[in-house]
């Protein structure tokens, strides 16, 4: 089996991985003692593949800014989707600003057996993820740069 766990809480993560491993355990210890056997007949071996850090960022940040104004350089109407654990935790736990932004299209039930796309305007996330790159490293003699060299 393999098992994911997210969160952009430390603590979080700590007490959802420990609830986990406990009921691993727990599901083991009885199923063995369903079936009364001399030795265990069923075992559980975790092994940790990986850890994705927690991480969040503010909503009025500047990578979050810069993100809002790209979209609405091109019409479109920006919305933060809430906290979620993505890829961009591992930068942010580094210090980093990082986000993710949508595709493009329109979408629904992510991560999920019911995930579904539609690539109306599909353009317009590409052409947005440009805009935002120009953004937040600049343009030589047309704009500074929303994120500054470290």
Not at 13 to 19: D, G, I
Not at 31 to 53: C, F, L
Not at 84 to 106: E, Q
Request: hydrophobic share 40%; glycine share 8%; with cysteine.
């Amino acid at each position: 089996m393999l098992m994911d766990i997210r969160s952009d809480s430390d603590e979080e993560l700590e007490r959802l991985t420990e609830e986990f491993m406990n009921a691993v355990e727990s599901a083991v210890e009885e199923e063995n003692a369903r079936w009364d056997a001399d030795k265990p007949q069923v075992k559980a071996d975790i092994e940790v593949k990986g850890v994705r850090p927690a991480g969040t960022q503010e909503p009025d940040c500047p990578i979050v800014k810069a993100a809002f104004d790209a979209a609405r350089m091109l019409g479109i109407e920006p919305e933060l989707r809430g906290e979620s654990s993505t890829d961009a935790n591992i930068p942010i736990s580094m210090g980093i600003p990082a986000i993710t932004v949508g595709r493009g299209g329109n979408e629904g039930g992510v991560h999920t057996v019911h995930e579904w796309f539609e690539p109306v305007e599909s353009w317009l996330g590409p052409q947005r993820d440009l805009l935002l790159i120009l953004l937040l490293a600049g343009y030589e003699d047309v704009a500074e740069p929303v994120i500054k060299k470290r």
